[in-house]
């Protein structure tokens, strides 16, 4: 196949062309505007623009231009409205379009394997037909401006723990069905401009080295035609990484890389021919956006119109798990006291990279007013941070006595959920536990408003009259929920994720987080529900529940095994949407599956006494499952349950098809395998999973010296004294951060990184051959200390001769 942008290409010198497959600095590419090849910026962006102000600092993590901060991904989801993504898309697309930014980093996809991945806040579901259906969403909408979303973090990045050194080990049955799926809908169907490979190996090669993930699924199978980036330092081995199907190693390593590449050529390691084509496709995403760049120069968009649909998303995304007594909507001027620091101070995104500098945010105690509520006082209640604080708890049981209604804020914390770091368990503090049981002894009327990414598990629920979960519901949610809770919203939110009633019910429990640097996937398909539903383990909240202030009935259905068909009453007296959920299930598999698993949704208005027809299609994902003999998707043939429901648990009409199977040769058949059937209902012995793997499990042992590819933090291991002092150090600077109630971003980030990852971070004033010798000091003696040291000066003016060079490229 010939190259699009031959011209440009053929006019390129080997080093212009090396140069242009790495960062020119932390967020631009390179540029060679003699031959027509412009520059272009990179930024973060799942649920908001976060261009950096000034120069950047060399993680990236200072202060943002202002955008519109949106609910995150995890809010989102809860909508179950592709629609609705792709209207926040549209507006992320035209923020991202007026600051200059020419890729929009983000949707993030990745499956919600485990409730203490600290970065689920940042990602739709933990089912991979949803979170798919979400991402196609996004990227449509962001790329109606003409610049490209891209997707990530690809594939299988589900723990924050060692995450640049971590190692993801599963089947590839598990891999394609549970971890792919929502790239493969996103890709296909969106047709994103540009991918995320993300940190950790998969099976024992890095994702941005990975052929078999870049080349062989998602161009060759899959048609991805843009060009992939590495996230941020996630490249291993740059060259690797460009045969295997990576375009672009972000951020700039100040000319190393592009030399490492060139002598490689030189040496005949990779072809020019290759290069030119990793050029080529990466051209083509380039001069595409630019143009966009360019017709939105000097431009801004409406503040207040994207204020109202942060708004309106939280709106659809709010989900009501609780409302005793009908307690809720409130009446006008029904009496409330306000009690919580998130009232004040809101929680209303993640922490971490895509933490966005919002254009205005609202608080419940400064939008209060607007509404037809009787507030009676505010009390903070608990300290943001730490232990309780009996003075402040006594405050706010006082002023409980004094209300007719108690709106207490509660939630997790920026310490809790953040990016670089996995939470330690699934519990609320215990200062915000203590609160609630101390003013539901006063005041039997409590309505809870959550703030928090990710499931947690609520002993305390009986506590409360009623629970309004926001989520992480963006720069206008305070708003957004006191109108479910006047009834002027009906909430239509539905959880997109499981909430077990302990974490040790999960089925990941054991095995999350890794001891070591092998992440096991010993779960296998049985992620969330897909594991519940088949053991019949019981559920706090199950997949796809949430309350409304109306009622819907569901009658008529029709199955074949193209569609479902069937009718929506609202049998309420209010308007509202109900969230109608299709799952398949094979009554006598040949292989081994889950009892249910989502294939299609809907989301459907109905104004009260209305009835609707709803049809679901069942495509092409509908019946399939990968065979990893024939290396491809097939059908098992026989009867299908199809289950439409209100949540995974609550199915309300069932039908059965006969679909034609492939007749595909199977490795096990549940007879001769059974344990497959249970292999995460019970915990599986290593010669079982090595058998579903299908070669053996790395030991992750560590030999006792340190390696490029281990993280910063096992330096508590290392055998120099002044290593260990390094470690304590920065291990003393992140509690300090973490009793201030905000994560150091900074220190996290370097805390868990590879040693090679320090020339990948430094801006280009670190090179590999000097990370190598950082690794002598940190091994040797005193011999050992002195070889590294003068390799480091020795490297330090061979890299500085590098970024000269690589200065004079544009």
């Known amino acids: 196949m010939g190259l699009k942008h031959e011209e440009i290409v053929k ?74 993504g792709e209207k926040i898309g549209e507006c992320l697309g035209e923020e ?116 078999h993930l870049l080349q062989e699924i998602l161009r060759d199978e899959w048609g991805f035609d843009g060009f992939v980036v590495s996230d941020w330092g996630a490249c291993n081995d740059y060259v690797e990484g460009v045969r295997a199907g990576s375009h672009l190693e972000m951020p700039t390593t100040g000319g190393d890389s592009a030399e490492y590449l060139k002598r490689s050529i030189a040496e005949g390691k990779i072809s020019e021919e290759l290069v030119d084509r990793r050029v080529d496709e990466l051209l083509d995403v380039v001069l595409r956006t630019h143009k966009t760049i360019e017709a939105y120069e000097g431009r801004s968009f ?46 209303y995104q993640g922490a971490g990279s895509s933490v966005v500098n919002p254009t205005k945010l609202d608080s419940t105690m400064g939008v209060i007013g607007d509404f037809p509520l009787e507030v009676v006082g505010y009390e903070q209640g608990y300290p943001r941070v730490g232990a309780g604080d009996p003075a402040k708890q006594a405050a706010a049981v006082e002023l409980a006595k004094k209300a007719d209604v108690v709106l207490l804020y509660l939630g997790l914390d920026e310490i809790s959920e953040s990016e670089g770091l996995d939470r330690a368990n699934m519990k609320m503090p215990q200062s915000q536990i203590d609160l609630l049981n101390a003013v539901a002894e006063v005041n039997a009327n409590v309505v809870v408003v959550m703030s928090a990414g990710s499931s947690v598990e609520m002993p305390w629920l009986d506590k409360c009259k009623a629970l309004v979960h926001g989520y992480l519901c963006g720069q206008a949610g305070a708003s957004a929920v006191l109108k479910v809770i006047l009834g002027q919203v009906n909430p239509s939110g539905k959880l997109n994720e499981t909430y077990p009633v302990v974490y040790e019910d999960t089925p990941s429990a054991p095995y999350f987080p890794a001891k070591q640097r092998s992440v096991e996937y010993r779960e296998g398909l049985y992620v969330g529900y897909r594991y519940f539903e088949t053991a019949h383990k019981p559920v706090l909240f199950p997949f796809g529940f949430g309350m409304s202030y109306t009622t819907f009935e569901y ?30 299930g094979a009554k006598a598999p040949k292989v081994y599956r889950p009892a249910k698993e989502l294939k299609g949704f809907a989301k459907v208005f109905l104004k009260a006494g209305e009835s609707k027809k709803v049809t679901i299609a069942l495509d092409d994902k509908a019946f399939r499952y990968f065979n990893d003999q024939t290396n491809r998707f097939e059908t098992d043939g026989g009867e299908y349950e199809i289950m439409i429901g209100a949540s995974a648990a609550d199915i309300r009409l069932t039908g059965t098809v006969t679909v034609q199977g492939t007749d595909a040769p199977l490795r096990y058949t549940l007879e001769e395998v059974p344990s497959y059937a249970s292999c995460s209902i019970a915990k599986v012995g290593d010669g079982e999973f090595e058998k579903l793997l299908g070669h053996p499990i790395p030991d992750g042992s560590w030999s006792g010296t340190l390696e490029m590819n281990d993280a910063i933090c096992q330096l508590y291991y290392a055998k120099s004294f002044k290593a260990r002092m390094v470690y304590k150090i920065m291990t003393d600077m992140l509690n300090k951060s973490f009793e201030k109630g905000k994560p150091d971003l900074n220190i996290i980030f370097i805390y868990n990184m590879p040693f090679r990852a320090i020339g990948k971070m430094a801006g280009g004033a670190v090179s590999q051959e000097m990370c190598e010798s950082i690794l002598e000091i940190v091994n040797g003696h005193a011999g050992g200390f002195f070889k590294g040291l003068g390799g480091l000066i020795s490297g330090y003016f061979k890299q500085s001769k590098v970024q000269k060079k690589a200065k004079e490229i544009e």
């Open 96 to 211: 991202a379009a007026c600051q200059g930014v020419a890729v929009l980093l983000g949707p993030g996809l990745n499956i919600k394997r485990s409730p203490l991945c600290g970065r689920n806040f940042e990602y739709f579901s933990e089912d991979p037909y949803l979170a798919g259906k979400m991402a196609a969403g996004y990227v449509r909408g962001i790329q109606k401006n003409g610049v490209s979303a891209c997707p990530k973090h690809f594939a299988a990045n589900n723990t924050e723990l060692r995450r640049q050194a971590s190692d993801s080990v599963l089947d590839e049955r598990t891999f394609r069905e549970i971890y792919l799926t929502g790239f493969e809908i996103t890709v296909k169907e969106s047709k994103p401009g540009s991918i995320m490979s993300s940190y950790n190996m998969i099976n024992g090669v890095y994702a941005n080295e990975n052929e």
């Open 302 to 347: 409406d503040v207040e119109q994207h204020h109202a649909m942060a708004m309106k998303a939280c709106e659809e995304s709010i989900v009501l798990l609780k409302n005793e007594d009908r307690i809720l909507p409130l009446a006008e001027n029904t009496r409330v006291a306000v009690i919580g620091d998130f009232a004040k101070t809101p929680r």
């Open 555 to 584: 009658s008529d259905l029709a199955v074949s095994d193209k569609e479902a068909s069937f009718t929506i009453t609202n049998t309420g007296s209010v308007d509202g949407a109900e969230v109608a959920q299709l799952y398949v």
């Open 11 to 84: 006019s390129l010198s080997i080093d212009e062309k090396c140069h242009l497959l790495s960062g020119r600095d932390f967020w631009n590419t390179y540029s060679v505007k003699a031959k027509g090849v412009p520059s272009i910026c990179l930024s973060d962006g799942p649920h908001g623009v976060r261009k950096q102000e000034g120069a950047g600092d060399q993680l990236g993590l200072n202060g943002s231009v202002p955008a519109t901060c949106f609910p995150t991904a995890a809010t989102v989801a809860n909508s179950w409205d592709p629609a609705l």
